[in-house]
């Protein structure tokens, strides 16, 4: 298994967004991350011979790196064209030899019907920051527990009672959990510093076994 740190400086040149908008909360995830993420679900059984679906994919991050690990076909869903067309761009970039299968649609009403103990979701959903998208994680959360039988999510700071309680009252449990930094960039008007490093954390769900 190639290392972690060698799969984040394959993923180093995965482009973020030309255009990103505020209202999806569109951030590219930073490669370092998007590698311990993917790292740790492959060392947990969770990526190779898998289905991965990456919900709310923006650039591709990533689908990318679960491309990188040997799973038997990823999905990238967005419901943005113009991130989705970077990310074709980055997926000849990055050269994985698992091609993956870029998909326009809400990832809040994902049209899938893959097996569901076969699939991991891998996802940097919206953390809810903006008025008109409060809860826009709890949206993911759900489609997470329709289609997969696993789930790798990132949060922002604060969120283990949320994301723990959503998991028992959807018959999952979250068996891994790690705080991680993450680097923003200024896009955005209402952004005052250059570049602001946050908190966040990442959240691994068991869906339990929905094979009966």
């Known amino acids: 298994m190639p290392t972690k740190s060698a799969l984040a400086q394959q993923l180093a040149v995965v482009a973020g967004f030309d255009d990103p908008r505020a209202s999806l909360e569109q951030y590219r995830t930073p490669p370092d991350l998007a590698a ?25 991050m990533l689908a990318l790196g679960a491309a990188l690990r040997s799973p038997s076909r990823v999905v990238g869903l967005d419901i943005d064209p113009a991130p989705l067309s970077t990310a074709r761009d980055n997926e000849r970039k990055v050269g994985s030899t698992t091609s993956v299968s870029w998909v326009r649609a809400d990832a809040t009403a994902a049209p899938l019907c893959p097996p569901v103990d076969e699939t991991t979701v891998v996802m940097n959903p919206p953390f809810g920051a903006q008025s008109d998208n409060e809860h826009a994680d709890r949206r993911f959360l759900e489609t997470a527990a329709a289609v997969s039988g696993v789930s790798y999510s990132i949060h922002n700071e604060g969120s283990r009672d949320f994301v723990e309680s959503f998991a028992a009252d959807n018959g999952g449990e979250v068996t891994h959990a790690f705080e991680t930094e993450f680097d923003l960039p200024r896009q955005f008007d209402f952004h005052e510093d250059e570049r602001r490093t946050i908190t966040a954390e990442v959240y691994r769900i068991d869906w339990g076994d929905r094979s009966q």
Not at 37 to 56: E, Y
């Open 36 to 60: 311990h993420l993917v790292h740790t679900a492959d060392l947990q059984g969770d990526i190779q011979d898998r289905t991965v679906v990456d919900l709310g994919c923006g650039t591709g």
